[in-house]
């Protein structure tokens, strides 16, 4: 159709005419051709993944890993191939490890055409046929029953009794009442009852449509569109470690050019001059970050999946522990996505709530009266997959009704077998009432109805007090409805409940005539999806950790408004709920400010949902996005991490998603930003350590050729030790546990760099510290052995017994290096293998030849342990006066 119709708001007959098709004929084959040169097949849009070449190649797209080839380059250059080759195994294997984790990110748009996929019953040359839905066309007439998957777009022409599952794709658990009645031209797309939708599902009844959209065109495709229009964001680490390398190529190349230039005046050989820039390169670039970092996001993501969250890329590992908002979907997410009976209204004035105290039918005539009707006036079934478990088969109200009556001790197949149904009107969307009738034991009918209790109390005379009749007048009538008024009040579907009893079948039951007077009402019946028992729970430390969480749902306002009361989704504070007709025309500004303050959005669309999530991230938010359907993968892909339920959630939320919750549990998303805010709490310890041992190699070579002393170490020395000595560090600060009130702390800024000013001050003094106690051994080594191999070999030692000694310091910036040792014995073994490691290097003879080391003496064993312990006890003595001088 032409973008300026809207079938929802047109009769059927006009539809059709716009369309140029008979409805009882159906297109020909001919015009099936014609229009499907203009349309396309009925698939959603194909867009190409991004091929694996590319994941490889953007593994390099870092000016840390330019940085490192560039280092590379120059050592080939130069004739040292040992330490390129050995820069560039790093620079590889950092790449494989990345390229493994991204391989499967980025194929939302297939799991979109796979979920769209399905054949269809349609009228072609006036004959009923199924052909392959990707062959429909606008103007098709199709023919759909409970059960069938709508294959495209459709505007209904006929509907019997016809309601529809959407919650894929618009958020709302109920099922949805359809009618070929024309819909107002503004109605939101979860009220278009005239309309049926690609990727949903008939729950019951009976629809005969014209097919209106295919393919890219469609709703589904249009979130399609959305999802593939969607950038990828990149993580706050991402960010830091980018703004980190533009800091380190102006360090380098100051301190390169800096020293060519001051040992070339000096009358030193220019080459040498440029080796030995080379080697301050070398030890001021980080070149063990890249790696490092990826193996404690790795092994972050072995922990987590531990916790049954699963991370699809790396770097999201660390953004779930700056997340600032959690903007999370209702249904499946907050709730179960299943219907339940909350609480029976009698009409005798009682009030029967279920799952709390122990609820029995024994002796309860009026209840028993009730459950009954709920059990006989109904279409879905119950299942026993086993003797002691119980599923619904059917609408989830229905199956929820059975369930309620199987919890209250009725048997249902008994009271069905004992009433057997021999005349049914079925639920419809005009009548909004079921009714059924059903043969009884001693020969006569009873006829029990369900529906809006308006229209039951509109059909009843009289209503029970369980053992006798009184008559339905005004003031009683009054006394229901208000009844009815507050438990919808608390965001229950209500359906009221009314019988009757004929002595013998009479003509009014054959031909359906007069089934709608003469019941006695029974009472009411409240239900609702009901909120996940360990979600209260998550909510309250999400807001205890400084997080907002934020409601997003396709629900009614009244039902999310009654959710979020139950979840205290703001805690003390005032509830703000706001229905996203509000949001159609607010101003930038004003919807700027609307997403800052409102706690719940109503009724929100594919479109709302982005728009929200980009006003968040405009903001300064770091947000993190959960869902299960179709309807969110556009936010799921736009969010900084989205986050989608694993057992719910459809494949298309799941490929646009960061991370994947197998257990569906709300509460895993809070264990996922404690271990982010611990992964980033190692990271930062791994980097004070880093950057303070690379400090220490820069000045210690820096000062020594300032002061006109030998260089004290090789370019591959260096190499080995920034290597071998980061990883097991690195991979025991990834294990380690996090602190006890780390989710009692808000989340850091996301303006926050990576290396604040103090941190910078804190690096500085304690590099300057260990570069000194490193030129003191190297000072004594040259006085004792005169420049060679040995004295290096010395400078050599010094510097990993510093590194050694700073491991422990960098466990905390404030607390003893000592304390909660007992809990990280990986600190220890760490250690071990550090100077183990050294050792070996003295023991190969191949090795010792590379890096060109003279075996030491006890006195050298000394010096070296002075080294360890020194660094030690300066920070340990700064940290005790820090501690003393805090109020």
């Known amino acids: 159709m032409t973008e300026n119709i809207k079938p929802h708001s047109l009769d059927a007959p006009a539809v059709a005419n716009a369309l140029n098709v008979n409805p009882a004929l159906g297109l020909s084959s001919s015009q099936a051709e014609e229009r499907r040169k203009d349309s396309g097949p009925n698939i959603l849009q194909s867009i190409r993944p991004r091929p694996a070449w ?16 560039v280092a590379a380059a120059v050592a080939w250059t130069t004739g040292d191939v040992v330490e390129a080759v050995a820069i560039l195994v790093v620079l590889v294997l950092n790449a494989l490890v990345g390229f493994g984790t991204e391989w499967q990110a980025g194929r939302a748009l297939d799991a979109l055409r796979r979920q769209a996929h399905a054949t269809a019953r349609v009228r072609r040359n006036g004959a009923e046929r199924s052909i392959d839905a990707e062959a429909l066309v606008p103007g098709d007439i199709i023919i759909l029953n409970g059960g069938d998957r709508v294959p495209a777009d459709a505007r209904l022409f006929e509907a019997a009794a016809l309601r529809t599952e959407e919650s894929a794709l618009t958020g709302e658990s109920a099922t949805v009442n359809k009618s070929a009645e024309p819909a107002r031209a503004e109605t939101l797309i979860a009220e278009r009852h005239s309309m049926l939708y690609l990727g ?12 209106t959209a295919t393919g890219a065109s469609t709703e589904l495709g249009h979130i399609g569109r959305l999802v593939a ?92 522990g700056s997340t600032t908002v959690i903007c999370t979907d209702k249904t499946g997410t907050l709730t179960e996505n299943r219907m339940s009976v909350r609480e029976f209204h009698l009409s005798d004035g009682r009030r029967i709530e279920l799952g709390g105290r122990p609820v029995s039918l024994n002796d309860d005539g009026l209840l028993t009266d009730a459950v009954r009707i709920t059990v006989l006036c109904n279409e879905a079934a119950l299942h026993r997959p086993s003797a002691d478990q119980v599923e619904g088969v059917g609408d989830p109200t229905e199956t929820a009704l059975l369930s309620a009556a199987h919890e209250l001790g009725m048997d249902v197949d008994r009271e069905r077998a004992s009433h057997p149904k021999i005349h049914e009107l079925p639920f419809d969307a005009v009548t909004k009432r079921m009714i059924t009738v059903h043969r009884a034991r001693n ?7 369900k529906g809006a209790p308006a229209v039951v109390l509109d059909a009843s005379t009289d209503y029970s007090t369980g053992n006798s009749r009184l008559p339905l007048d005004p003031e ?14 608390r965001a229950l579907r209500v359906l009221g409940l009314a019988g009757k009893w004929l002595d013998s079948l009479h003509s009014e039951v054959s031909d359906g005539a007069g089934l709608e007077a003469g019941f006695t009402f029974v009472g009411l019946v409240g239900m609702i999806d009901p909120p996940r028992p360990e979600v209260a729970a998550a909510i309250e430390g999400a807001l205890a950790a400084g997080i907002r969480v934020v409601m997003l749902t396709g629900d009614q306002t009244q039902t999310a408004r009654a959710i979020a009361h139950e979840l205290r989704l703001t805690g003390d504070a005032p509830l703000q709920v706001l229905h996203a007709r509000d949001l159609a025309n607010a101003s930038p500004e004003d919807f700027a400010r609307i997403v800052r303050t409102t706690d719940v959005f109503a009724r929100v669309s594919p479109e709302d949902k982005l728009r929200i999530v980009e006003a968040l991230q405009q903001a300064g938010e770091i947000v993190a996005v959960t869902g299960d359907g179709v309807n969110d993968a556009p936010a799921l892909k736009r ?5 989608a339920m694993g057992e719910r959630g459809t494949e298309v939320a799941k490929e646009a998603s960061d991370l994947v919750l197998a257990d569906d549990n709300f509460s895993t998303i809070l264990k996922a ?89 804190l690096i500085a003094w304690q590099g300057t510290m260990l570069a000194a106690i490193v030129l003191a051994a190297y000072v004594w080594a040259l006085s004792h052995y005169g420049e060679g191999a040995h004295a290096r070999t010395i400078a050599f030692l010094a510097l990993i017994g510093t590194q050694i000694g700073h491991f422990f310091n960098c466990r905390s910036r404030t607390r003893s290096a000592f304390e909660g040792l007992s809990r990280s014995p990986f600190i220890w073994v760490a250690a071990a293998t550090m100077a183990g490691l050294q050792v070996l290097a003295f023991w190969l003879t191949p090795l010792t030849r590379v890096l060109d080391l003279s075996q030491p003496t006890m006195a050298d064993g000394a010096v070296t342990s002075l080294t360890i312990l020194v660094p030690i006890a300066v920070v340990e003595l700064t940290k005790w006066v820090s501690r003393r001088q805090r109020p």
């Not at 949903?200 to 097919?211: L, M, N």
């Not at 020969?443 to 109805?449: T, Y």
């Not at 009683?476 to 009040?489: K, Y």
């Open 639 to 643: 969010a900084d991490i989205g986050v």
């Open 54 to 69: 590319r994941i490889l190649v953007d593994q390099f797209a870092s000016l840390i890993v330019a940085l490192l080839g």
């Open 673 to 761: 930003v404690e271990g982010g805010r611990a992964i980033y709490a190692n990271i930062t310890k791994f980097v004070h350590m880093m950057f303070s041992n690379n400090l220490a190699e820069v000045l210690a070579i820096f000062v020594a050729i300032a002061a006109g002393l030998p260089l004290p170490l090789l370019p591959l020395q260096i190499l080995w030790m920034n290597l071998v000595t980061d990883v097991f560090p690195a991979l025991a600060l990834a294990v380690e546990p996090a602190e006890r009130n780390i989710m009692r702390h808000p989340p850091r800024s996301p303006k926050t760099a990576l290396l604040s000013r103090r941190f910078l001050i």
């Open 229 to 320: 229009e969607a950038p990828d964001e990149s993580t706050p680490l991402e960010i830091r470690l980018n703004e980190l390398g533009h800091r380190l190529v102006y360090i380098v190349l100051a301190i390169a050019l800096a020293v060519l230039v001051a040992g070339w005046l000096r009358g030193d050989d220019f080459w040498i001059m440029v080796e030995v820039s080379i080697s301050l390169a070398v030890a001021a670039v980080p070149e063990g970050l890249p790696a490092v970092t990826t193996l404690i996001l790795a092994l972050g993501v072995l922990r987590m999946a531990r916790e049954r969250a699963i991370v699809r890329r790396l770097p999201t590992v660390e953004t779930l």
């Open 200 to 211: 949903t599902t008939i729950a019951a009844g009976r629809a005969i449509a014209i097919v």
């Open 476 to 489: 009683s009538r009054a006394r229901f409805l208000n009844m009815n008024e507050a438990v919808a009040g």
């Open 443 to 449: 020969g006569r009918r009873f006829i029990a109805m």
